[in-house]
């Protein structure tokens, strides 16, 4: 007889991993909006020292690495949260805050771990569709904000999408949501963001203290391999709940010694970020020249829509046999799209060179 699991685990939608892990000649990964660029020198030297010290626990607060992000952010510390990615961090503020009967709103199709939230607490999901442009349609969403709602998520830019809305946007919303209702903004891409200044938000975090900022050191710092994010609150309340659900030593040692080197290279981040972005313009002129539908990016990635003469798998397999991994929509949500990651300028060539292929039918060599 199989095992009998939960009715919480039966719930939990189960995520397709990002495959070619395995294969002896390495892919070209644009499939998980990673950074193509390898750690900074001077981090893999902080890698290297914390390495000696390994027999130790890690600093169960991560002392260091939030003073050094309330120094850059102007955010006291003990408003500022660390986890061990910040999926760790939305994770923990899902079983902080929701419960059966509780209602979690976010909109659709957005970041695919939300729908964990609700499914591992037994609370209400309320999605709210995108509008015409693919961005969250915040007045749609105020209007399902009930007495029951706990947890509000804004993913922006938005992950499939790519699509941002103007921060003022964001700030009119947040006036109309109710003090008690957690608003999480998550920010994992906000350094690509080329309609505002990345750290403009950080203001609302004074009139809102029921606002979360998520950031992540996985995507612009191109840390994803250590896991570490981090979540600037708008009181104290969310980081002491947050760590009341996690166990002691989320973050390890390793991680956090990497991230609080990483901080210090604000110069090297900046160009890392001018060079995606000159490839997100390359990528997506190429894309409009064969005629896709694609939106606008404010993100490490785009999305774009295949139209009815092209079959998502096929497409998906076509691309593979080529040695190029990208997301396709179905796993999130909205079957004939892809989402891809920018990469190196050789590496977003293959992507282009093997989709004008498989788009025109030439057989795979
Ligand atoms: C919108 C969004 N939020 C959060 C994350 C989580 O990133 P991490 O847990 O690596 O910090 C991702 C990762 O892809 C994401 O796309």
């Known amino acids: 007889m199989a095992i009998e699991f939960s009715e919480r685990i039966r719930r939990i939608p189960v995520y397709p991993a990002a495959g070619g892990y395995a294969d002896a000649a390495p892919p070209v990964r644009l499939a998980s909006n990673e950074s ?4 900074l020198p001077a981090v893999k030297d902080a890698i290297e020292q914390a390495i000696g010290s390994l027999n130790r626990y890690p600093d169960p607060s991560n002392s260091l690495l939030r003073t050094r992000l309330s120094e850059r952010y102007g955010v006291p510390t003990q408003q500022i949260a660390i986890g061990n990615g910040s999926c760790d961090i939305l994770l923990a503020a899902g079983e902080a ?13 957005s970041f695919s771990v939300y729908p964990h939230l609700s499914a591992a607490s037994g609370a ?9 442009q693919e961005r969250h349609d915040l007045t749609a969403m105020l209007r399902e904000i009930t007495v029951a709602t706990r947890l509000v998520v804004v993913c922006n830019p938005n992950n499939p999408t790519s699509t941002a ?11 109309e949501v109710p003090p008690h209702v957690c608003v999480i903004l998550d920010e994992a891409y906000c350094e690509f963001n080329l309609l505002e200044d990345p750290d403009s938000s950080v203001e609302l975090l004074h009139s809102h203290p029921n606002l979360v900022l998520l950031r992540t050191f996985s995507k612009v710092y191109g840390l994803c391999g250590l896991r570490v994010g981090f979540a600037l609150c708008g009181s104290p309340e969310m980081p002491r709940a947050l760590d009341q659900v996690r166990q002691p030593f989320f973050c390890n040692a390793i991680a956090q010694a990497a991230a609080t ?8 981040v900046t160009e890392r970020v001018t060079r995606t972005i000159a490839e997100r313009i390359s990528v ?9 539908q694609v939106a606008e990016s404010q993100a490490n990635f785009c999305w774009l829509h295949l139209g009815e003469e092209h079959e998502e ?25 892809l989402r891809v990651t920018y990469g190196t300028e050789h590496e977003n060539l293959r992507f282009l060179d093997a989709l004008e292929e498989v788009l025109l039918g030439v057989n795979a060599r």
């Not at 805050?97 to 199709?109: C, S």
């Not at 080197?261 to 090297?268: F, K, T, V």
């Not at 997506?284 to 896709?292: D, K, P, T, V």
């Open 97 to 109: 805050l929701l419960e059966p009967g509780a209602e979690l709103v976010y909109a659709w199709p």
């Open 284 to 292: 997506q002129e190429r894309l409009l020249a064969l005629g896709l």
């Open 313 to 337: 798998a096929e497409v998906m397999r076509g691309l593979e046999q080529r040695g190029v991994l990208v997301r396709g929509g179905a796993a999130l949500g909205c079957e004939g799209a």
């Open 261 to 268: 080197e990483a901080l210090a290279h604000q110069d090297a």
């Open 124 to 132: 209400t999901a309320v999605t709210v569709p995108l509008d015409q």
């Open 165 to 175: 809305v103007a921060l003022s946007n964001i700030a009119s919303f947040l006036e």
């Open 36 to 39: 193509p660029y390898p750690p």
